[in-house]
């Protein structure tokens, strides 16, 4: 293959995102001769620190500078990549809230193939590269084919290609100049902090979380009811906030908090990977659910299939008759 | 307003367990219970929001076989006005790209200030919202969380983002976005709302009506092609604990305690 490699690096505050060191890993994935080049665009002396940081890790980095670029508006930086990237190419991007909202389109303009949040790259299969992705919310895998005779966009879950601490001395090679416009018909007005509940999830050692399988709002007491027994916390996964029975502040997840407790216990909650990225520091897991093949029993520590209406009830009566 | 809504049928996931067939062919479809995709329900609620507040009609439209009716039928016992469904065997097979195509065919025979999708579908992609966009060179945005009508040619938008922070943005119409759950609480359909619109006709337009040269959507025009499904092989996976109600607390009680899980 003699496609050349591009990474999109997201970073924020002159930091790069740890996407910018998965890619790189990934890339290598697809062919490990390529030549992979870091493409960094932004504006200012965060944008010059990104881009040193990275020519330490890509052997090559372009800079694309202007005051646009400030903060990252897929539309605007679609144009951008579509003027420096050249024909054919394969580029990789974060399949984060940015990525998601930059790929798509991208592929379109490139006329490259696009496949969505990579878990897996298997390598090249003749004019095809096979991909593993997940479906319905991770029960199921499949390997994707991607035709990349004509360039291809894909977005990379995090996590799933971990950094191997490639060093390079990368130059940077400033394409500033062929950035085009910058002009948008979206236009970025700020940024909204998360509110603030009255319960801080991150500090608790113990979460007891709820997911779907709670099933209605009454039942959340159950969960309430445990956590009072031993001490912890409620927390809950995205659909939970959806259906408004608990407040947002209290959600985990990759948009919600990010928690570091030492225990977890998830009731009726199905393991989807944006749940389980905001679970941080490998606490003990325990995985309460009636779907033996829920995703969350790869990853917990301990595993119970049963009816959590049942069964929390009696675990949290057997705990308060030992104490 | 002129507001389309693009929806999709889907194994509910509620519903169902997923299994993966004895040949890896595809997923065990037999049983399963299919209904609108969770984030498309949303999707709908709002635009019928935004027609009750500021007038126009809200359209529903789906590529798929004739089962799909059913959903484009309950959007419409929600509120929606019109339902378009896109079905041919040319279809069959298209990847993300192809049902972008279909759909843009049908967006340009009519005249939308706003297009609606699910922000993903049962396939985790998140792609279909962004290359319509692009293939109809409108503005778009993902995972919108927030819609205010500024004017007709402006709206003002907030896009969930990481950490549960909103980034806030204005976009020119027509513009197409994606929605992410929990923007509304989308309205309960009842037996007799469905039954009220059981009769109404619902338009089928083929690759003909479309002006769709076949090979350039469905499988032969797919780039981008599942090859089978299977179940990775399970990681250490966690221990299952197993026996009476009553062993299986004592036995996860002692393993809280030893983990500093009971104060």
Redesign the interface.
């Known amino acids: 293959m003699t496609q050349p490699i591009f990474a999109y690096i997201s970073h924020k505050n002159g930091t790069a995102d740890d996407s910018a060191f998965e890619l790189i890993v990934a890339a290598k994935k697809i062919d490990p001769a390529a030549a992979v080049t870091a493409v960094v665009c932004g504006a200012g002396a965060e944008l010059d620190a990104v881009c040193s940081t990275m020519a330490a890790v890509y052997p090559d980095v372009w800079k694309v500078s202007n005051p646009a670029l400030a903060y990252p508006?897929?539309?605007v930086l679609?144009g951008v990549l579509v003027s420096i990237l050249p024909a054919g190419a394969i580029t990789l991007a974060p399949h984060?809230?940015?990525g998601?909202?930059?790929?798509?389109?991208?592929?379109?303009?490139l006329n490259a193939?696009?496949?969505?949040?990579v878990v897996g790259i298997e390598g090249i299969d003749g004019a095809n590269l096979?991909t593993i992705?997940?479906?319905?919310?991770g029960?199921?895998?499949?390997?994707?084919?991607?035709?990349i005779s004509?360039g291809a966009v894909l977005n990379v879950r995090s996590g799933c290609f971990l950094s191997d601490d490639s060093k390079a001395s990368g130059s940077v090679t400033d394409k500033s100049g062929q950035a085009g416009d910058c002009k948008?018909?979206?236009?970025?007005?700020?940024?909204?902090?998360?509110?603030v509940g009255d319960v801080d999830i991150t500090k608790s050692?113990?979460l007891v979380s709820v997911g779907?399988g709670i099933e209605d709002q009454e039942n959340i007491g159950i969960a309430q009811e445990l956590a009072d027994t031993?001490?912890?916390v409620v927390s809950c996964s995205?659909?939970i906030?959806?259906a408004?029975w608990l407040e947002?502040?209290r959600?985990v997840g990759?948009?919600?908090?990010?928690v570091k407790p030492?225990?977890y216990?998830a009731l009726g909650i199905?393991g989807s990977f944006q749940h389980l990225g905001g679970i941080k520091g490998n606490p003990?897991?325990?995985?309460i659910n009636k779907?033996?093949?829920a995703p969350i029993?790869?990853?917990?520590?301990?595993?119970?299939?049963?009816d959590l209406l049942?069964?929390v009830p009696?675990?949290t009566d057997?705990?308060k008759e030992?104490k | 307003m002129e507001i389309l809504v693009c929806v999709k049928r889907v194994p509910d996931t509620a519903e169902n367990e997923i299994v993966v067939n004895s040949k890896g062919t595809d997923i065990e479809r037999g049983d399963l219970v299919y209904s609108v995709n969770e984030w498309d329900n949303y999707a709908v609620e709002e635009a019928i929001q935004i027609r009750d507040n500021a007038g126009g009609s809200v359209t529903v439209v789906t590529v798929g076989d004739g089962d799909a009716e059913e959903i484009l039928r309950r959007e419409m016992a929600m509120g929606a006005d019109k339902g378009i469904l896109l079905s041919d065997d040319a279809f069959n097979g298209s990847d993300g790209k192809g049902i972008a195509a279909i759909l843009k065919a049908e967006i340009a025979k009519g005249q939308y200030d706003l297009i609606l999708t699910g922000a993903q579908a049962d396939d985790g992609a998140a792609q279909v919202g962004g290359m319509l966009a692009a293939m109809l060179d409108m503005p778009y945005a993902s995972l919108v969380n927030k819609i205010e009508i500024v004017s007709d040619k402006v709206i003002k938008i907030g896009r969930e983002i990481e950490g549960g922070n909103q980034e806030m943005s204005e976009i020119d119409l027509p513009c197409v976005l994606s929605i992410q759950t929990g923007i509304n609480e989308p309205r309960y359909v009842g037996i007799r709302g469905i039954r009220k619109v059981a009769s109404v006709e619902i338009p089928v337009h083929g690759a003909g009506d479309l002006g769709i040269a076949a090979g350039s959507v469905g499988a032969a025009g797919a780039r981008v092609k599942r090859v089978d499904y299977f179940v990775p092989p399970m990681g250490e996976g966690a221990e299952m604990l197993e026996g009476s109600t009553d062993e299986i607390a004592e036995k996860l009680i002692e393993l809280l305690k030893s983990k500093g899980g009971i104060k």
Do not use: W
């Open positions: 508006n897929a539309e679609r984060d809230t940015f998601m909202d930059l790929s798509p389109g991208l592929s379109i303009k193939a696009f496949v969505p949040d096979k992705r997940q479906e319905f919310g029960q199921v895998s499949t390997h994707v084919l991607c035709d004509a948008a018909k979206r236009r970025f007005l700020e940024v909204v902090a998360a509110e050692d113990v779907r031993i001490g912890a995205r659909p906030v959806d408004k947002k502040a959600q990759t948009s919600g908090k990010t030492k225990v216990i199905s003990f897991m325990v995985a779907n033996p093949k029993f790869q990853v917990a520590d301990i595993g119970i299939v049963t049942e069964f009696e675990l057997k705990i030992m």
